[in-house]
T-cell receptor, first 112, second 113 residues
């Protein structure tokens, strides 16, 4: 049973528009969430994180929102750029030092 | 430049054969991990190591073995007991187990002949 789910396997967005990638989780004990970005034939790279004491974290064009009551987080990319085209994984953990549980990934395609 | 190096990039395994995937890091990280990625699925943890000469099973350890004789090296052996080994394998490291920010290698694609 997948504890972290990314229900949209792919997303296509026009350059300059907003990209919204969604992630749902079932384990209410998760209290730390991360997004990773992966280009083809490369390993994922850390993008942004949020702890459960916050509901928003922003880093440049990237913002992560956390809705604990809905067990839902989302990653907003504004404005989207062609270089953002990649697979995005959300991940969650219970307490610092515990293993990350990854979602299945969403492939984002930003069209020029 | 510091980083994680995985080799080879592509590997083919014959039936009944054991193969070993290499992972080396020069980041001076204590913790190292092996993940498996299948199409449409998230990364699943195979094994992890918090420190030299110590390692623990992850969620899908059956059919795999590891060693951690040196801080910088964490090789993964895919044994003949692993009946479905075709996947993309990712090695990662972090400064400590408490650090969730993982640094990943570029991966090894293993296929069965």
């Amino acid at each position: 049973d997948q504890q972290v789910k990314q229900n949209s396997p792919s997303l296509s967005v026009q350059e300059g528009r907003i990209s919204i990638l969604n992630c749902d989780y079932t384990n209410s004990m998760f209290d730390y969430f991360l997004w990773y970005k992966k280009y083809p034939a490369e390993g994922p790279t850390f993008l942004i994180s949020i702890s459960s004491i916050k509901d928003k974290n922003e880093d440049g064009r990237f913002t992560v929102f956390l809705n604990k009551s809905a067990k839902h987080l989302s990653l907003h990319i504004v404005p989207s750029q062609p270089g953002d085209s990649a697979v995005y994984f959300c991940a969650a953990s219970v307490d610092a030092g515990n293993m990350l549980t990854f979602g299945g990934g969403t492939r984002l395609m930003v069209k020029p | 430049d510091g980083g994680i190096t995985q080799s080879p990039k592509y590997l083919f395994r014959k039936e009944g054969q054991n193969v070993t995937l290499s992972c080396e890091q020069n980041l001076n990280h204590d913790a190292m991990y092996w993940y498996r990625q299948d199409p449409g699925q998230g990364l699943r943890l195979i094994y992890y190591s918090q420190i030299v000469n110590d390692f623990q099973k992850g969620d899908i350890a059956e059919g795999y073995s590891v060693s951690r004789e040196k801080k910088e090296s964490f090789p993964l052996t895919v044994t003949s007991a692993q009946k479905n080994p075709t996947a993309f394998y990712l090695c990662a490291s972090s400064r400590r187990m408490e650090d969730e920010k993982l640094f990943f290698g570029s991966g090894t694609q293993l296929s069965v002949l």
